[in-house]
């Protein structure tokens, strides 16, 4: 099983991204799957997750309001639209998987297949 994610680039503050993040290899229908990011610098940090059973979202509370986390089981594809980016959005954000935990969760060992990154330039 394989993540892809896609659609980092630069934008200026205040503007909006929109990420995706594809599964492919064998069947996989994991419980969760989310968004984590790095700045430079810094540890990795949680952002959003979507329970893909009952399609629940779960967000940082410094991107509540602004990010939307939202997944399309057929595809096996998840997203996460950014608007109202800031410079402190600044990051490369990965996008991860769960098969082990069936529970809305933000710690990074729930979560047993991670994606390349993609990178995310805000411009103040």
């Known amino acids: 099983v394989q993540l892809q994610a896609f659609g980092g680039g630069l934008v200026q503050a205040g503007g909006s991204l929109r990420l995706s993040c594809a599964a492919s290899?064998?069947?996989?229908?994991?419980?969760?799957m989310g968004w984590f990011r790095q700045a430079s610098g810094k540890e990795r940090e949680f952002v959003a997750t979507i329970h893909r059973r009952s399609n629940t979202p779960y967000y940082a509370d410094s991107v509540k309001g602004r990010f939307t986390i939202s997944g399309d089981n057929a595809k096996n594809t998840v997203y996460l639209q950014m608007n109202s980016l800031k410079s402190e959005d600044t990051a490369v954000y990965h996008c991860a998987a769960s098969t082990a935990v069936a529970y809305l969760s933000s710690r990074e060992p729930s979560y047993n297949y991670w994606g390349q990154g993609t990178h995310v330039t805000v411009s103040s």
């Open positions: 290899g064998r069947a996989f229908s994991p419980y969760l």
